[in-house]
Nanobody
């Protein structure tokens, strides 16, 4: 079993910053890609940012230049630094990891979600 635990969400004013973290634990052999998704009320879940095991990144157009994704492989952790936050960034943010387990089976795992609210 693999568990993903997220932290770092909260309430912030427009223009502010937050840093999300997501740590994986359990029967992990290797983690391939890591990513952050978000889902606003009444909308579908969308990709925010993704980072490969080699460090290549891609971002949604709406967050380019404001958000930065990074990973610490030693800690099985992915981060999302969010700057210049806007009200439209308000959503529940989920991390996702493609994990190769110690049984050499590959699964996608999701975090429980953390609320980010951008409001004055």
């Amino acid at each position: 079993q693999v568990q993903l635990v997220e932290s770092g969400g909260g309430l912030v004013q427009p223009g502010g910053s937050l840093r999300l973290s997501c740590a994986a634990s359990g029967s992990i052999f290797r983690i391939n890609s890591m990513g952050w998704y978000r889902q606003a009320p009444g909308k579908q879940r969308e990709l925010v940012a993704r980072i490969t095991s080699g460090g290549d990144t891609n971002y949604a157009d709406s967050v380019k230049g404001r958000f930065t994704i990074s990973r610490d492989n030693a800690k099985n952790t992915v981060y999302l630094q969010m700057n210049s936050l806007k009200p439209e960034d308000t959503a529940v943010y989920y991390c996702k990891m493609q994990v190769v387990t110690i049984a050499y089976v590959t699964y996608d795992y999701w975090g429980q979600g953390t609320q980010v609210t951008v409001s004055a």
